[in-house]
């Protein structure tokens, strides 16, 4: 049972690439989450989803997107990598009512240069 | 919106201590209230959660409560030892938002 997956683990970008970020989880969550995590501010919600097909915007979602074809996985993009998007990111599951909580990835660390 | 605050930022006792971290919330309706470790540049580990039924929570030397009515949760640590040096944060989310609100931590050093 590996849990929330995160790939990759690290990444430098260019300022203008475009990248993406894979959140798989093998728990059969229907929430799936992305943070950002940077000094200071703690961690902050990009976007999630309720179920398959479903995304909604979180507290910081500009200059992101996300998919969630399939329930197991979660994508983020960056069409237009900015310094500013520089940061830790975590991907998060959750299924209510359990006695699990909130389940998280190891992150993937991006620098924007 | 939710703003949580975590007491102090900061922490350095010897080993063998008895500690408490802080956490509160703006909007005390709180639903669930997890309490996650992080080490240096890795991911959150979760160390105790409080459901909505909940006030308290126990795992080992850890114990975890919320007070719903003013929207504080402590985090108590018994015996505190080296290993437990790392950054502590404490999330809460709340009913018809599924999504956790997180404080900036309080990180915690177990000097020998």
């Known amino acids: 049972n590996a849990g929330v997956t995160q790939t990759p683990k690290f990444r430098v970008l260019k300022t203008g690439q475009s990248m993406t970020l894979l959140c798989a989880q093998d728990m059969n969550h229907e929430y799936m989450y992305w943070y950002r995590q940077d000094p200071g501010m703690g961690l902050r919600l990009i976007h999630y989803s309720v179920g398959e097909g479903t995304t909604a915007k979180g507290e910081v979602p500009d200059g992101y997107n996300v998919s969630r074809l399939k329930k197991q996985n979660f994508l983020l993009g960056l069409e237009s990598a900015a310094p500013s998007q520089t940061s830790v990111y975590f991907c998060?599951?959750?299924?209510?009512?359990?006695?699990?909580?909130?389940?998280f990835g190891s992150g993937t660390r991006l620098t924007v240069v | 919106k939710q703003e949580v605050t975590q007491i102090p930022a900061a922490l350095s006792v010897p080993e063998g201590e008895n500690l408490v971290l802080n956490c509160s919330f703006t909007?005390?309706?709180?639903?669930?209230l997890q309490w996650f470790r992080q080490d240096p540049g890795k991911g959150l580990t979760s160390l105790l959660l409080?459901?909505?039924?909940?006030r308290e929570q126990t795992s080992g030397r850890l114990n975890a409560s919320l007070d719903k009515s003013s929207g504080r949760s402590t985090l108590y640590i018994a015996a505190s030892q080296p290993g437990d040096s790392a950054t502590y944060l404490c999330?809460?989310?709340?009913?018809?938002?599924?999504?956790?609100?997180f404080g900036t931590g309080t990180r915690l050093t177990v000097i020998p």
């Open positions: 999330a809460g989310d709340q009913t018809g938002a599924n999504n956790l609100f």
């Open positions: 909007d005390s309706a709180i639903y669930n």
């Open positions: 409080i459901q909505s039924s909940q």
């Open positions: 998060a599951s959750y299924r209510p009512r359990t006695n699990y909580g909130y389940t």
